[in-house]
């Protein structure tokens, strides 16, 4: 049974900084792409950050400087380091494990910044 657990969301301020973690257990996780997806409410579910396998990291341009997206895979665990967080970060969080066509999802965290 494939499970994805997010923690470490929260409530911060504007300028803050939270870390997001992502264990994952039933899977390879070595050889998954892992992913974290948000959804504020009312929009569409976004890509925030992806790191594959071998390492290499992408993100969406309105996080790029601000957020890190790293995994240890020793650990079967993704994080995603959010620093300079502004009021529209503010999204339930997701943790996505991907491999050839095959998507798994965690429950989600909230995150909010907010004054």
């Known amino acids: 049974q494939v499970q994805l657990v997010e923690s470490g969301g929260g409530l911060v301020q504007p300028g803050g900084s939270l870390g997001l973690s992502c264990a994952a257990s039933g899977i390879i996780f070595s050889i998954y792409g892992m992913g974290w997806y948000r959804q504020a409410p009312g929009k569409q579910r976004e890509l925030v950050a992806s790191?594959?396998?071998?390492?290499?990291?992408n993100y969406a341009d309105s996080v790029k400087g601000r957020f890190t997206i790293s995994r240890d895979n020793a650990k079967n665990t993704v994080y995603l380091q959010m620093n300079s967080l502004k009021p529209e970060d503010t999204a339930v969080y997701y943790c996505n494990a991907a491999r050839l066509g095959h998507d798994h999802w965690g429950q989600g965290t909230q995150v909010t910044v907010s004054s």
């Open positions: 790191i594959s396998r071998g390492g290499s990291t």
